[in-house]
């Protein structure tokens, strides 16, 4: 009767040793979310290159650069198309996609530097709010990814962040960094953003 007690205790310390091991195992396996930062942002205040559209208003121009890092030291990450929007309060300034594309293990990628036309009704309104060094850029970003460590790839995952920076008069971002790092979405955006996405 002891020698059946002392297994059974035997057999526990084992499986609960074993569980512990599992759980490292699979913590220190598990990737982390990829940083994504708006390492720049310019909106010249007085572009030449501004064009006018059918109701008097003029387009403006809006640059950028996106930086995205894969922390992982074990995953690649498989992204699908990122859509990018820039809107200025609710108004949709702006928008750009980057097709799909693959970022390995510990490497970091910078994207975008395209000059995109921002619609001449919202630039009206941004324009004063430039001079007016009260002007505030929001950047908000939908796409899928999916990792693959060891040869296995994980299943698909939603991706919807967003961040917001402000901009001076000389149309540049403002702050120390000069930078948007951006964050997990509300999940009412994100329920917004995947309907606009698909």
């Not at 996106?66 to 995953?75: A, G, P, R, T, V």
């Not at 309060?89 to 799909?100: L, M, T, V, Y």
């Not at 919202?122 to 060094?133: E, F, G, M, T």
Request: charged residues 25%; positive net charge; aromatic residues 8%.
């Amino acid at each position: 009767m002891c020698e059946a007690k002392n297994f059974y205790i035997w057999l526990l310390q084992v499986l609960g040793l074993l569980g512990l091991l599992a759980l490292c195992l699979w913590l220190s396996l598990r990737p982390r979310n990829p940083t994504v930062t708006v390492v720049e942002l310019s909106l010249p205040p007085g572009d030449n290159r501004t064009s006018v559209t059918d109701d008097g208003n003029k387009n403006g121009t809006l640059h950028y650069n996106l930086e995205i890092e894969n922390q992982n030291k074990d995953s690649n990450i498989y992204f699908d198309d990122i859509l990018l929007t820039f809107y200025n309060g609710q108004d949709r300034a702006a928008e750009d996609r980057i097709s799909a594309f693959t970022l390995d293990k510990g490497k970091t990628q910078k994207m975008g530097a395209n000059d995109l036309s921002v619609d001449g009704r919202v630039w009206k309104a941004l324009r004063n709010a430039i001079s007016n060094a009260t002007a505030e850029v929001n950047v908000r970003v939908v796409t899928g990814m999916r990792y693959k460590t060891w040869g296995i790839k994980s299943k698909h995952h939603g991706v919807h962040l967003q961040g917001t920076g402000k901009v001076g008069k000389d149309g540049k971002l403002l702050g120390k960094k000069k930078k948007i790092k951006l964050k997990h979405a509300s999940k009412k955006w994100r329920v917004k953003a995947s309907h606009i996405h698909n």
